[in-house]
């Protein structure tokens, strides 16, 4: 399960400005160096008095981070500011859902930071059909899995198990080629070993945006050469979703798509969620000026037409993977000509490629919940679960 450690300390009066300053240090140090470190909120309680909470993965990586102390000068600095330690505790992370909390695993399944999902059971002893959820923002690590936790308690609430997952992302180490790639890879891999509950013959991948180029990615993995990211998948998922996902990124880096990164105080279009992690913009807004695509594969098409053909679901798009490529005629993010192109290319050689575009969707209109994109989308994933069930 996942542990959060709750931690409260007073620091005086005079030295909290110096302790504020020292937090983003600190916590840049734990993503680095601390296994299953996952996210740290800090709640002023009283005038001098502080609480920290740490959502780890698991108590073994609680234990291991309190073992390891202020190893760091960036996290000795944080602590030397300080007064007084009053208590550590920790505790099982529960969410809240319609039906009452519950609890939510976090499983590590890699040894980074980033390598790690969130495992949500239904009620029952199953077995559950999976979805594997693919967060998006750009490939960075502006954004992370929980932009897709909405998602997740929905399709709880529909009898699916999920499994949302997080990787190493732009802007942190590791991520971009080939990181990113054998991140996403080895976390639908890693299905196979979650629980006992879960049906690894009933697999699905859901992405948005990046996500949504991810999760198609996925789906022609069985037709990569072998010796790239991904190669020989240990999981065959029955269908993958994209939603408003970047299918091309040879057009992706031909028009610089994500550049508007560059821009700091570029108005975020409408129904973005907040940054994650915004302390991280400004190192990807140094380099976006070409477009995200080539701060994903370390180049442009130029330099690496080899890497874009095993990347870019268009150039891929074979495989027997079903795939609805689902895309808002009013995305203002990602062109809808992406959708269009891309099952094309997919049909044409002879993959069973759906295509739907919602009329009225902008590019965050296709996950509301409530919205014709997502209901689209529980009913193919529902007939996909039916068509595999009587062998289809």
């Not at 059971?121 to 960075?140: K, N, R, S």
């Amino acid at each position: 399960m996942s542990v959060i450690e709750m931690t409260t300390f007073v620091v005086a009066p005079d030295r909290t400005s110096k302790m504020l300053a020292a937090r983003p240090a600190m916590l840049s140090a734990f993503r680095t160096d601390r296994r299953g470190f996952i996210a740290a909120r800090l709640v002023r309680v009283a005038e001098n008095t502080w609480l920290d909470m740490v959502e780890w993965a698991d108590a073994d990586a609680f234990d291991a981070s309190r073992a390891k102390g202020a190893n760091l000068p960036e996290i000795a600095a944080f602590f030397a500011t300080i007064d007084e330690l009053v208590s550590v505790r920790s505790g099982v992370r529960y969410d809240d859902a319609a039906d009452g909390p519950r609890a939510v695993r976090t499983i590590a399944y890699g040894t980074e930071p980033s390598q790690v999902g969130e495992l949500y059971l239904p009620e029952g002893d199953g077995p559950f059909p999976v979805v594997v959820l693919v967060h998006g923002g750009w490939w960075t690590a502006m954004f992370d899995h929980r932009e897709a936790v909405p998602l997740a308690e929905d399709l709880v609430s529909l009898g699916f198990a999920v499994w949302n997952i997080e990787y190493r992302r732009i802007g942190e180490p590791g991520g971009g080629w080939p990181g990113t790639f054998d991140d996403v890879a080895a976390a639908v891999d890693a299905v196979a070993d979650l629980d006992p509950a879960i049906d690894t013959r009933r697999v699905l991948v859901v992405g948005h945006s990046a996500g949504g180029h991810l999760a198609t990615w996925v789906a022609h993995r069985a037709a990569l050469p072998e010796g790239v990211p991904g190669a020989r998948p240990g999981i065959k998922p029955i269908g993958a979703v994209s939603l408003a996902g970047v299918l091309d990124l040879v057009d992706a880096d031909e028009v610089g798509l994500g550049s508007v990164l560059t821009d700091l105080d570029a108005e975020p279009p409408r129904g973005a969620p907040p940054a994650a992690h915004p302390e991280v913009w400004p190192a990807v807004a140094a380099e976006a000026g070409d477009g995200v695509a080539r701060l994903l594969l370390g180049g442009g098409v130029a330099e690496h037409a080899e890497r874009y053909a095993v990347a870019s679901p268009v150039l891929l798009a074979d495989g027997g993977v079903p795939v609805l490529a689902l895309h808002g005629m009013a995305d203002e993010v990602i062109p809808p000509a992406y959708a269009r192109t891309y099952a094309e290319a997919a049909t044409a050689k002879g993959a069973d490629v759906t295509l739907v575009e919602s009329p009225g969707a902008d590019h965050f209109g296709v996950v509301d919940l409530d919205g014709h994109a997502w209901g689209v989308t529980r009913g193919w994933l529902a007939e996909r679960l039916r068509q595999a069930e009587s062998g289809g």
